[in-house]
């Protein structure tokens, strides 16, 4: 459980770190790539890839996870694009509520893909999961403009991509040792994918935007590492840990703005809470009585 916590823990902290960017004069776009070269590199020295004695590029060729690094390179800075556009277009309460409502994909995936046993405690669970992501996404109606198009498309885009990102996290974890190769692999191509947007749109560089990109790449690359370990550590419960994360990130980062930067709590987004924290004690402390 403690790889979870960690995992929340991180994830609460890059989310403080992007909110605080503006009011520093980091260009969010810039921290993300210079993230992934942070990101890489502790993979590199800390994790050890091991590429079996082959070349890179020959490794990348021959690897049976050439699938999964491919599309983590190619997910993880587009679905953020992705979600600056939503934001623009849809609106930032939307876009949010899209991305942690995307927690249905990962679960479906647990008991259609990872073949997850669905026992009575995990069904309540699941329910009281979502009940409370419904709560904890409820804000006061500040948007009265129908969404178009490109808002749709937006909203559509980051459901579906946070959510097969959540699945193939836990195809990493299953690769077991080797999943530090694929790690370090799938961050050297979102950087390559990220600083070519980045280049195309002829952006101009910064020193804060560096500075905030190295911290964040380490806040991340724990993030991302924690929860990787977490569904090794739950191999066979991997509905734990994607509503544990999504709505641990969500209720701490509720609680987080209130207590940090004076952002109000409504009485639905405390029951949101409530709910969260009985899911998991279905999820794990339930199952685990009744299994």
């Given at each position: 459980?403690?790889?979870?916590?960690?995992?929340?823990?991180?994830?609460?902290?890059?989310?403080?770190?992007?909110?605080?960017?503006?009011?520093?004069?980091?260009?969010?776009?810039?921290?993300?790539?210079?993230?992934?070269i942070v990101a890489l590199s502790l993979s590199y020295f800390l994790l050890k890839p091991d590429f079996k004695g082959l070349e890179f590029t020959d490794y990348i060729a021959q690897s049976d996870s050439a699938p999964i690094f491919f599309a983590l390179g190619l997910l993880l800075p587009s679905v953020f694009i992705i979600m600056s556009k939503a934001v623009e277009f849809a609106g930032i309460i939307r876009?949010?509520?899209?991305?942690?409502?995307?927690?249905?994909?990962?679960?479906l995936a647990a008991f259609l893909i990872f073949h997850e046993t669905l026992s009575q405690s995990k069904i309540v669970g699941i329910l009281l999961a979502f009940i409370g992501l419904f709560c904890l996404v409820t804000k006061p109606n500040r948007e009265q403009s129908a969404v178009n198009f490109k808002g749709i498309f937006g909203l559509v885009g980051v459901w579906f991509g946070y959510g097969i990102i959540d699945i193939l996290f836990k195809q990493v974890a299953k690769?077991?040792?080797?999943?530090?190769?694929?790690?370090?692999?799938?961050?050297?191509?979102?950087?390559?994918?990220?600083?070519?947007?980045?280049?195309?749109?002829r952006t101009q560089w910064t020193v804060p935007s560096f500075i905030g990109g190295v911290i964040l790449g380490?806040?991340?690359?724990?993030?991302?590492?924690?929860?990787?370990?977490?569904?090794?550590?739950?191999?066979?419960?991997?509905?734990?840990?994607?509503?544990?994360?999504?709505?641990?990130?969500i209720s701490l980062g509720t609680i987080t703005g209130a207590l940090a930067f004076k952002e109000?709590?409504?009485?639905?987004?405390?029951?949101?809470?409530?709910?969260?924290?009985?899911?998991?004690?279905?999820?794990?402390?339930?199952?685990?009585?009744?299994?």
């Open positions: 459980m403690h790889n979870l916590i960690l995992a929340i823990l991180f994830s609460v902290s890059v989310s403080v770190l992007l909110k605080i960017a503006r009011k520093k004069n980091i260009i969010v776009e810039q921290a993300i790539a210079f993230n992934y876009s949010d509520a899209a991305q942690r409502l995307s927690l249905f994909l990962p679960i690769s077991g040792g080797a999943f530090s190769a694929t790690l370090f692999i799938s961050f050297s191509l979102a950087a390559c994918v990220m600083f070519i947007y980045l280049l195309l749109k380490v806040l991340n690359f724990f993030n991302i590492l924690f929860y990787i370990k977490a569904h090794q550590s739950f191999g066979s419960n991997p509905t734990l840990v994607f509503a544990g994360m999504n709505i641990g990130v109000k709590i409504s009485k639905i987004n405390w029951l949101g809470i409530i709910f969260s924290l009985t899911a998991i004690f279905c999820l794990y402390y339930l199952d685990k009585i009744w299994a």
